[in-house]
């Protein structure tokens, strides 16, 4: 109740910070409305079916409600969620084209390619933590293994013969793969995808032995038995999956630690009393029973946060992938 309550009131000293950078008194800011009948869009880089869109779903029935005023999603898939990323990057500040991101196209994606034009920390503008959640590694049916002790040493057997599936270059799944490889000294290739509903149904067919999933994706075929967990890529365990251990429990792996996280981004330049409004909003409806045991039951945390918070966890995490691809690329890992 104490960190609630503290979240609470980091919020609203948030919003009474961009409200007062605005020149606009807080409750004019957190009053202002969308007008009724023009819908915001709601871009999320991936297909639908994906962890992402479950995320921006969810966010987006609940922020409809609470503007009086439609949320459409729309999925623009590709280039590890960049594609969906530059859009909104390139929108008019107004309100209405709002960005469901995962930390893929907003912190890892640039690190791998330098062909991605917009720049995280100017071209967008931070409005607020969602949650986090684990990514778990699995075998595949025609793997032939069964734990992740089993699985390291074939690809010691076989080196470069094995491949593992992820959701696109420079997608924290591809990272969390590519990690598996620099510190267990495994050669597993990497296979990109466009969205999870294509890389299940190679993995699930034979075609790719291993894969890196958000969770939430996985569980249903972990739970059916058409893949095998070998480990979560958090170091704990995950509430929605507590019988699946951490892959740094493993000697190989030790000290092992990545996930995956989501925050709700508009274009630079967002009025500070939208970006008041819209950071209070996603607060409060993080807090909301119904979203809670929805992203709970996924295995998301529900965060919240000021929009200070979100722009410093970005930064802190694209300057950890620099570290970890520079050591892969020097190492002579991965694709």
């Excluded at 800011?29 to 999320?44: D, F, M, R, S």
């Excluded at 720049?119 to 025609?142: C, E, L, N, R, Y």
């Excluded at 170091?235 to 630690?257: E, F, M, N, V, W």
Aim: aromatic share 6%; charged share 15%.
């Amino acid at each position: 109740m104490k960190n609630l309550l503290n979240r609470r009131a980091v919020a609203c000293l948030g919003a009474a910070a961009v409200a007062a950078a605005g020149l606009l008194p807080l409750s004019s800011a957190l009053a202002q409305a969308w007008p009724t009948g023009k819908a915001i869009t709601l871009v999320v880089g991936y297909p639908p079916g994906g962890s992402t869109d479950m995320v921006a779903r969810t966010v987006g029935d609940a922020l409809s409600k609470r503007l009086g005023t439609p949320v459409i999603i729309e999925n623009i898939g590709g280039a590890g969620g960049s594609i969906g990323a530059q859009k909104v990057a390139n929108a008019a500040p107004d309100g209405y084209t709002l960005l469901l991101a995962a930390n893929n196209e907003i912190s890892i994606a640039p690190v791998f390619n330098t062909a991605i034009k917009y720049k995280s920390d100017t071209d967008f503008t931070p409005i607020g933590m969602v949650g986090a959640t684990p990514m778990v590694f699995v075998a595949g049916p025609k793997a032939g293994v069964k734990t992740l002790d089993e699985a390291l040493a074939r690809s010691k057997r076989e080196p470069n013969r094995l491949s593992f599936a992820s959701s696109g270059v420079g997608t924290a799944l591809h990272v969390s793969g590519e990690l598996i490889n620099l510190m267990a000294g495994t050669t597993f290739r990497h296979i990109p995808y466009r969205g999870a509903a294509q890389m299940s149904q190679d993995v699930l067919g034979g075609n790719v032995e291993f894969s890196v999933f958000v969770l939430t994706s996985a569980l249903p075929h972990i739970e059916s038995g058409k893949m095998t967990a070998l480990g979560v890529t958090t170091a704990t365990r995950s509430r929605a999956a507590p019988q699946i251990p951490p892959l740094g429990d493993h000697p190989r792996l030790k000290g092992y630690d990545m996930n995956v996280w989501f925050g709700l981004f508009g274009p630079a330049r967002l009025p500070a009393p939208m970006t008041a409004r819209l950071n209070k909003e996603l607060n409060d409806l993080l807090r909301d029973q119904d979203v809670w045991q929805k992203l709970q039951k996924a295995g998301i945390s529900n965060d919240g946060g000021t929009p200070l918070q979100l722009g410093a966890a970005m930064k802190a995490e694209s300057v950890r992938v620099r570290s970890v691809v520079n050591q892969a690329v020097a190492g002579g890992v991965g694709s």
